[in-house]
Structures are given as C-alpha cells and as structure tokens.
C-alpha cells in the first residue's frame, strides 16, 4: 500500500502537539513513551491497519492493542486525529468520567482494543484476538505495542513462545525500544542484551527500524504485515521524549508533565504557539 510519507509525517507532529497539551493540562501522565511511540502508531495506523472510524466495533476490523497502556497519550491523539473520538474529547484526558482515561480502556474510548493496566499482559491478549480470527475463519490480524522495558516481563515470552507453537501468522509485535523505564535507563535496571536474537530464538520472524524515519517505518510495516508462517515482531529504535529536546532520552520525563515553562517551550520545538 503506496503512502504519503509527509501527510504522516504531519499527523505525528500534529499528534506530538496534542501529547504535550494533554500531559500539560492534567499534570499528569506520561509524556515520554507517548512521544516515542507515535510514529510507529502513524505509520501503522496510516498504512496496514484495517479499521473504520466511523464503525469502531466492525466485527472485521484488525485490532490494535497498546500493552504499554500508560503511553495512552499518543493513543488517543491519533484517534482523535482520525475520526474515532471528538478533538474535544483530549480535554478529558485523566478527568474522572472522561473518554480519555490515564491508560488506555475499551470501555470508555471508541477505538480501543484493549483495557491497559499491568504490563505484560497485552501480548497474550493479541495472542487470543489471532486465534479467534483463525476460529471465525477470518483475515483480520492481531498487532501488539510493547516497551522494551515491559519485555523484561516473563509473561511476554510465554505468548511469544505459544505463538510461535500455534504457528499465528496473523500476531504482530512493534517494541518501542526507546531505552527507558520507569525508574531509569533499561540497561540499569535489567539488560536486555541482543533483542532481535532472542525473538528470533522464539521462532519469531524479526525485522528492525528506525522508529523516527517515517519511510523506512512504512516500509518495515508493510514487511511485517507480510509475514504469513509465523509471528512476525518489528523492533523500532526510538528516542523517549522525541521532539521535545528537553525530554528526549531523559528518565525524568516518563510520567512527568512540563510546568507552564516547559510547555511553551514544547510548542515553539513542535510549530505551535501555546494555548
């Protein structure tokens, strides 16, 4: 499937600015892994992924699920930007009652696959949505986001490992590798060491990506999304925090919201005056 490279690239700096606002505007939530994610959720979103805006519960729809449930900012931008939900809705963004709850859940917000809350889980629920797809004798597929810290849960590789026995050619993986966790860089907290050789050692087909470089993104999606004989997983290099200076690569910023300073700062970087 041909894309517009610069239209992506325009809704993911579009998306980035609604990222900012909202963490702004709740004092709240997690700005970091939002920002890195979301050229990969343009890409996927703008290219494979078969969905309906206007009929969010298709029966036949691809599903989505965001494991790393926290990074729900960049979720509900790109819906937003898409039809799903109102751009209004954004303003209710970790608002008791709102469409936009701090992580991401089905039940409030058209659009959602999956209610986010412990990582580690969203892989075995992918996992279940691609089995049921082969049950009903369906084409729809299963694609999973993951942090690279949450890969540190053992729970992933017991999915990752049925997965590969069952042969789901219809699962797909993206792991936002953007090097941080909570309380600090990957690497300090647990090593990871050789990502593509350990999904591989699971049987998975494995492909790599620049998570920032929107052709090469569309490029890499288009690989996965080919994968048929097996669980293909895309492992995309990006930066915490991308497109903010001061928060890129800074474990300050995974669940940290910028003071007023701060967010008119964001918005000049972004192309946008503060409001």
């Not at 597929?141 to 026995?165: C, I, P, T």
Request: hydrophobic share 45%; charged share 20%.
């Amino acid at each position: 499937m041909s894309a517009d490279v610069a239209m992506l690239e325009e809704r993911a700096r579009r998306c980035r600015v609604d990222i900012v606002r909202m963490v702004h505007r709740a004092q709240a939530g997690h700005p970091g892994g939002s920002l890195s994610e979301i050229d990969l959720l343009v890409g996927l979103y703008g290219t494979v992924l078969r969905v309906r805006p206007e009929e969010p519960t298709w029966g036949d729809r691809d599903r989505f699920i965001l494991s790393k449930g926290h990074a729900s900012p960049g979720m509900y931008a790109l819906l937003a930007d898409l039809g799903f939900i109102a751009h209004e809705d954004l303003t209710s963004y970790r608002v008791k009652g709102g469409v936009c709850q701090g992580h991401v859940d089905m039940k409030w917000c058209p659009g959602v696959d999956f209610s986010a809350g412990s990582l580690g889980m969203g892989l075995s629920f992918g996992l279940g949505c691609a089995l049921a797809a082969r049950l009903d004798g369906s084409t729809r597929k299963a694609w999973v986001m993951l942090g690279d810290g949450e890969v540190q849960e053992g729970s992933v590789w017991e999915a990752a490992m049925a997965a590969h026995h069952h042969r789901v050619g219809n699962l797909k993986a993206i792991v936002d590798v953007n090097g941080i966790q909570n309380d600090d860089f990957c690497e300090v907290q647990m090593q990871l060491n050789d990502l593509a050789a350990t999904w591989a050692s699971f049987g998975w087909s494995v492909t790599t990506v620049d998570g920032h470089d929107m052709a090469s993104i569309v490029e890499a999606i288009a690989e996965v999304d080919a994968v048929s004989d097996r669980p293909a997983v895309l492992l995309a290099r990006t930066v915490k925090g991308k497109g903010v200076s001061f928060m890129e690569n800074n474990p300050a910023f995974h669940g940290a919201a910028p003071n007023d300073e701060q967010f008119a700062a964001a918005m000049l970087e972004l192309g946008e005056v503060a409001a």
